[in-house]
């Protein structure tokens, strides 16, 4: 009987790591034209939906000091910019097609990405 109740323990903790690390992540936030993102220890939102063929305002305020965090960077878009402590930096982009676009900071330690619906 205890060796039952052990591996029932086992396969749900392996489950609840499954879903943890694996699991599907929060994708279903707003679509919006006007996205604020907040660069301190990383991007806050990291994910961000837009509409596709329309302009969008990123605003970008990097409240935080380390180095890694002083470039942002869209690599399909070549949009490289330097971020200055405690100030915004804006940004308008059209994206013609839907699809996902990775962000990362000048180390591409830090990461995130647009999506365009």
Known sequence: MDKSIVLAGAVGLIGVIYWF?????DEDGQVMTDVKITVSGGYSP???KVPAGKEVTITLTRTDPTDCLEE?????LKIKRSLELNKDEVLK???AKPGRYEFHC??????GAIVAI
């Open 46 to 48: 990291a994910l961000v």
């Open 21 to 25: 690390f694996l699991g599907k992540k």
């Open 93 to 95: 982009i059209k994206l």
């Open 106 to 111: 000048g180390m591409s330690m830090y990461k």
């Open 72 to 76: 942002f960077v869209i690599p399909d």
